[in-house]
């Protein structure tokens, strides 16, 4: 499975971002699926998860209430919608794909990766 991130750039303190992950050489519906981000000199953290059993979803408490993961399966594609960015926010950030787990999990819980996109955070 291939991953292609999209959608980061640079937005106001307040603003929204809709991040993208499409997917190609397998059905993402298989998978759980998860966004991270890294800050330079910062371990990767795991900012929200979609599970592909039952469809349950896991964020980062600081990302609860403005961060919302969702799937679209007809278009293979992962979104993850950013509302009310603060500038704790801005890093780069990964979409990953593992088989089921727990929560948000762990790096080493995905097997595939996207790149990253930049989402900087500026007045």
């Known amino acids: 499975v291939q991953l292609q991130a999209s959608g980061g750039g640079l937005v106001q303190p307040g603003g929204s971002l809709r991040l993208s992950c499409a997917a190609s050489g397998g059905p993402l519906r298989y998978y759980d699926i998860g966004w991270f981000r890294q800050v330079p000199g910062r371990m990767r953290e795991a900012v929200a998860c979609t599970h592909s059993i039952g469809g349950a979803t896991h964020y980062l408490d600081s990302a609860q209430g403005r961060f919302t993961i969702s799937r679209d399966n007809a278009k293979n594609t992962v979104y993850l919608q950013m509302n009310s960015l603060k500038f704790d926010d801005a890093a780069v950030y990964y979409c990953?794909?593992?088989?089921?787990?727990?929560?948000?999990?762990?790096?080493?819980?995905?097997?595939?990766w996207g790149q990253g996109t930049q989402v900087t955070v500026s007045s």
């Open positions: 990953a794909a593992g088989p089921p787990h727990d929560g948000l999990g762990r790096e080493w819980d995905y097997d595939y």
